[in-house]
Antibody
């Protein structure tokens, strides 16, 4: 059974760096793309980006150079770093597994397993 | 690509059918359109991917269809556990986006 669990500080000061880690069990960290998604207080969802074991990385252009997603090859974990945060970055942050292909090898991206979410508030 | 969902809220009774719409500002290949269900306090749950393929364990009362800019999620007969918010998502462009959601509420 695939499980993901987010961890990290729930409160970050403006202009500082938000750091979250997702621990994966039940799936190999090498075999999938791993992604972060956030949900704002008004309930809108925003895809942040994904990392496929360092070989294939894609970020939401709206976040520019503030975002980094890394995979720890020695552990079953991947992480999100978001720099220069403001109140607008207050959200529930979800980690998820991105399954990219279907059983026939066709591209069919979908987020098939999710963590329970971690609320991060940006405030002084 | 901007996704618009309609209606914003759907008020229905258990046993009724529901039709949810997702409209894209540009063409989205069917393989790159997915639907998610979210209940209060929970993470979203994958329902349909590739526009029409049900995810593992999803009952057949959930049906996805569509192509180009117009996609539909149909729930043929609402069960009590189906009252939730539904989001569409596209991964066609390099900037993946979600729609704003449709809330299906009990009438």
């Amino acid at each position: 059974q695939v499980q993901l669990q987010e961890s990290g500080p729930g409160l970050v000061k403006p202009s500082q760096t938000l750091s979250l880690t997702c621990t994966v069990s039940g799936a190999s960290i090498r075999d999938y793309r791993w992604t972060w998604i956030r949900q704002f207080p008004g309930k809108g969802l925003e895809w942040i980006g994904y990392n496929h074991y360092g070989q294939n990385i894609l970020y939401n252009p709206s976040l520019g150079s503030r975002v980094d997603i890394s995979v720890d090859k020695s552990k079953s974990q991947f992480s999100l770093t978001l720099t220069s945060v403001t109140a607008a970055d207050t959200a529930i942050y979800y980690c998820a597994r991105l399954e990219y292909y279907d059983s026939s090898g066709r591209r069919r991206p979908r987020f098939d397993y999710w963590g329970q979410g971690a609320l991060v508030t940006v405030a002084s | 690509i901007v996704l618009t969902q309609s209606p914003g809220t759907l008020s229905l009774s258990p046993g009724e059918g529901a039709t949810l719409y997702c409209t894209a500002s540009q063409d989205v290949s069917a393989g790159y359109l997915a639907w998610y269900q979210q209940k209060p306090g929970q993470a979203p749950r994958l329902l349909v991917y590739g526009a029409s393929t049900r995810a593992t364990g999803i009952p057949d009362r959930f049906r996805g269809s569509g192509s180009g800019t117009d996609f539909t999620l149909t729930i043929t007969r609402l069960e009590p556990e189906d009252f939730a918010v539904y989001y569409c998502h596209q991964s066609e462009s390099s900037s993946w986006t979600f729609g704003p959601g449709t809330q299906v509420e009990i009438k």
